[in-house]
């Protein structure tokens, strides 16, 4: 009777756990759905009834216009070159830095860290003045390259604080026995460290990738072309119109939202890894 009674309870407590958080899913995606389908939206439908959800005619004369017209293309290029390339390079540098911190100075690790995770309390827009004159100095304003380095100022102190704790928690007795079965540094750093703190690395992959994404200071500082400009900027300079389309701005909302949801499905299933399992492969 007693087991009668719990697995009642396991069943009912599932099912109320379940319900509720189909509720929260459904509440935090559904933003994101009006935007998809408001951009498929006809205009006239938009000024009809902009309240509707759903659409009456699926149309995709928005992108159209916004790929066409609005040249947003070649902006969602610029965005996707830049946040990679500052992601790819913040991992190698954050990963390598963590590691000879927590490896070749243990003792003085912790200051070092929290000397460059102080970079973070200048606000951003306390640097763009000097930002601005040392890119205009070294040739790299309207740069997609000088806009990749600003942001690896900002993201690679952060990822080396947080790959710290991560590198700390890797036996060194596994690094030995690498060694003795023949491996060198670089083999035990690359096939035997680094599958170890995966999770790590896509939290800093995550982390640097979004905020380059969505990143509007000093693209828009350092830009000045449009041909050059990211989307946040592209996307920001839709509301200056006189006349605002609603349907083009859900349109192009989506093209930048997309991608970054994109690039996180990709790499989602790494975060729930263990941080022993690369030891055992």
């Known amino acids: 009777m007693k087991n009668k009674r719990l697995l009642k309870r396991g069943w009912f407590g599932d099912t109320v756990s379940y319900i509720y958080l189909t509720i929260l899913a459904l509440i935090a995606i559904f933003p994101m759905a009006w935007v998809l389908l408001t951009s498929v939206k006809g205009k006239g439908e938009m000024t009809g009834d902009p309240t509707s959800i759903l659409p009456k005619v699926l149309t995709l004369d928005n992108y159209r216009t916004v790929i066409e017209q609005l040249n947003f293309g070649n902006n969602i290029a610029n965005s996707i070159m830049v946040a ?76 080396i604080w947080l790959l710290v704790g991560f590198f700390q928690t890797v036996p060194l007795e596994i690094e030995e ?65 006189e006349v605002l389309d609603w349907g083009v701005m859900m349109a192009a909302s989506a093209m930048v939202v997309i991608p970054s949801v994109i690039f996180f499905m990709l790499i989602q299933k790494k975060i729930a890894g263990g941080l022993a399992s690369g030891s055992v492969k």
């Open 84 to 159: 990679l390339s500052t992601t790819v390079i913040a991992i190698l540098v954050s990963a390598l830095g963590a590691y000879g911190v927590v490896r070749f100075f243990p003792r003085f690790g912790k200051i070092m860290t929290r000397v460059l995770i102080t970079t973070y309390m200048f606000p951003p827009i306390l640097l763009a003045v000097p930002y601005s004159i040392i890119m205009g100095k070294v040739g790299l304003m309207n740069n997609r390259l000088g806009l990749v380095i600003v942001y690896l100022s900002f993201s690679v102190p952060y990822a």
């Open 177 to 241: 026995a690498a060694r003795v079965d023949g491996a060198n540094k670089i083999q035990v750093f690359g096939r035997v460290v680094l599958p170890i703190v995966a999770p790590g690395l896509v939290a800093v992959a995550i982390y640097t990738f979004i905020n380059a994404w969505n990143e509007f200071l000093y693209s828009l500082i350092l830009m000045n072309s449009s041909e050059k400009m990211t989307v946040a900027v592209a996307l920001k300079s839709l509301e200056g119109q």
